[in-house]
Every structure is written in structure tokens, then in C-alpha cells.
């Protein structure tokens, strides 16, 4: 078989294509023919050496990927062969409070394998709706979107809720969020990629390239702000993202993607805001999760789709930002 692992931090160039022996699954574990896999911005970071100190060295990339089980353990009894399954980016977290141990593609090795062996526990069923390139997707950021807003943010008919961007986050939130009768603001420096979060369920759209102050335009649409932010980008938005937010709103720390000087507690303590980390979920929130997606037909949103032959391509993709939505690879 054939797989992916980063020799060193120089970025997409860093990847290497080996060959090497199938993997046989140990009593518990059950071996996944992996048939698609998706990037994440976090990806992108740990080519170019900016995730910090716990990355494996030489370590396989890629957090998410579908697949379907081709052998179990001789004492696995949820699986057979056959079964449409995605990994968990968090293997070892299956309920409850937060436990963040391994996470695949970093501290563990990830997915970016024609075959992959996992615990029988660090799978979850695919959605039934959902083909493999749309259920590879799941289980970074549309986990992570999902316990942002339904499971942190409680959310419910009529709550307003503010995304930015168009990555893989922004975009599961927004459709999520929209699906549950939110009524949902998104932000971006591309009209053409406004019209698509507007096509996507978006009630309003603001451009902040052209509007710099876009915290106080989301205040005044709202009459006070929205209840939910769901923020990525972190230093450089969370100033504008604390003015969007109403008071006793919430703010959802996801991501990292601008940079900028240290914010102020001050305008937080004054609105009374929870400003909260999120980081991706367990196993029953992605459970939970598929069996809202399945209900509610939502589909994952694809950009472009590459072979695993030309995962360097993909990331370089992903690294232009020109997508809306997921990159993906498909076995070839």
C-alpha cells in the first residue's frame, strides 16, 4: 500500500509518498481501506512546522478520512466488514468532559494511508446520505462546528449566530446553525464567496474588506448583537468579533488564522461574554452530529477534489484560500 508521511517542516513540500505493508488489525481493532480524506487549516501548520512541540516526528499527516472496514479483530463486535465508517480526530475521547490526548495527524499518526488501522472505538458510523469524499469532511471540522453551536451554544429557533470566512468550520456552522432555524450573519473579503454563504443559508453577508468595522455593522443588524460567534481567526478578528457578540453573548474560540496584538479582557468583563476554546469532540457528539445531518439532508460543502496521488497539490490548494467549504482527496 501506499502512504503519506512529512519528512521534515518545509511545508507541502515536505511530503513523502512511501510504500509499505499492510497493516494487520490487533484483536480490538479493525483495518479501514480508506476511499477519501480531507484537509484542515491545522494541516497546513504542521507541514510547515507552526502547531507546536507534539507532533510525531515523520509522522503520517491527515486527521480526516472515510473508509470502509475490509477486517476486523478477532474481538471486535461492532464492525464487519463492509461498514462505511470515518475516524475520530480525538480517538480516546468517547463522552463527557474534554480529554485531549492523542489527535490524529499530529501527536498520533494520521490517516493519509490507503489503509488505516484503528481502535474499534475510534471509528464512528458514516452517514447513510453521504458519499466517502463528502463523509471524509466530518470529523475535524464539522465536529468541531457542531459542538461550537449545538452543544456549547444550545442552539435553538430564532438565535442569531455570526460566522467568518469560508473555510471548513465556518461553513459547517453556518449550515448547522441555519438547519436549527438560527438566523446566521457570515462575513468575507470575496464577493463571490459571500453569494455562496448566502446560497448556503446566510440571512445577511458583509464584506469586511470593505467594511473594517464589521463588528458594528453585525451589532447594528441585530439591535445589539448576536448571541453566538463562532471566531477563527483569532487575534486579528476576536476585537470586532467582542463587538458583534451581545451582552451575556457568547464567543466560540476556534481557530487561529489572522494574527495581532494582545486583546483587552476589559470589553469581555463589560458584556458579560463566555469566551470559550472548542476543541473538535468525542465520539458521541459525532454521533450525534451524523444523526442531524442525516435528518436534515445537509450535505458537506466541496470545493475541489484532488487524487492521493497529488496530495501536494491539495494542500497547496487549500493554502491559496481560494475554496469555500472542504478540499479533499480521493483514492485513485
Not at 101 to 125: I, K, M, P, Q
Not at 286 to 296: I, K, P, T, V, W
Request: hydrophobic share 40%; charged share 20%; net charge neutral.
Amino acid at each position: 500500500m501506499r502512504r503519506y508521511r512529512l519528512d521534515g517542516f518545509g511545508g507541502p513540500a515536505s511530503l513523502r509518498l512511501e510504500k509499505c505493508d499492510v497493516p494487520a488489525p490487533g484483536p480490538r481493532q479493525v483495518l479501514v481501506r480508506m476511499r477519501a480524506w480531507s484537509l484542515n487549516h491545522r494541516d497546513l501548520l504542521i507541514a510547515h512546522g507552526r502547531y507546536g512541540p507534539d507532533v510525531l516526528p515523520g509522522v503520517v499527516p491527515v486527521s480526516d478520512g472515510a473508509g470502509e472496514v475490509v477486517e476486523t479483530g478477532g474481538e471486535v463486535g461492532r464492525w464487519q466488514p463492509g461498514d462505511r465508517v470515518t475516524g475520530l480526530f480525538l480517538p480516546d475521547w468517547q463522552s463527557g468532559r474534554p480529554r485531549l490526548t492523542r489527535a490524529l495527524g499530529g501527536s498520533a499518526d494520521g490517516v493519509l494511508a490507503e489503509y488505516v488501522v484503528f481502535d474499534e472505538n475510534a471509528v464512528v458510523a458514516a452517514p447513510a446520505h453521504l458519499g466517502f469524499a463528502e463523509a471524509a469532511t466530518l470529523p475535524c471540522a464539522a465536529v468541531t462546528a457542531w459542538q461550537a453551536v449545538v452543544e456549547m451554544g444550545g442552539l435553538h429557533p430564532g438565535q442569531s449566530v455570526l460566522t467568518l470566512g469560508s473555510g471548513g468550520v465556518s461553513v459547517f456552522a453556518l449550515q448547522i446553525a441555519a438547519a436549527g432555524g438560527a438566523r446566521v450573519i457570515a462575513t468575507s473579503g470575496s464577493d463571490g464567496k459571500l453569494e455562496r454563504l448566502r446560497a448556503l443559508g446566510a440571512g445577511e453577508v458583509i464584506n469586511h474588506a470593505e467594511v473594517p468595522d464589521w463588528g458594528a455593522r453585525v451589532a447594528s443588524l441585530t439591535g445589539g448583537g448576536v448571541d453566538h460567534v463562532v471566531e477563527v481567526g483569532g487575534a486579528g478578528t476576536m476585537r470586532q468579533s467582542i463587538t458583534a457578540a451581545r451582552v451575556g453573548g457568547r464567543i466560540s474560540v476556534i481557530g487561529v488564522l489572522s494574527g495581532g496584538a494582545g486583546i483587552s479582557p476589559v470589553p469581555m468583563l463589560r458584556k458579560v461574554l463566555c469566551v470559550q476554546g472548542v476543541q473538535v469532540g468525542s465520539a458521541e457528539m459525532s454521533e450525534a452530529m451524523n444523526r442531524a445531518l442525516e435528518g436534515h439532508r445537509i450535505r458537506p460543502v466541496i470545493d475541489r477534489e484532488f487524487p492521493f496521488s497529488d496530495a501536494g497539490d491539495a494542500y497547496r490548494y487549500l493554502e491559496s484560500g481560494r475554496h469555500v467549504g472542504k478540499v479533499v482527496l480521493t483514492a485513485d
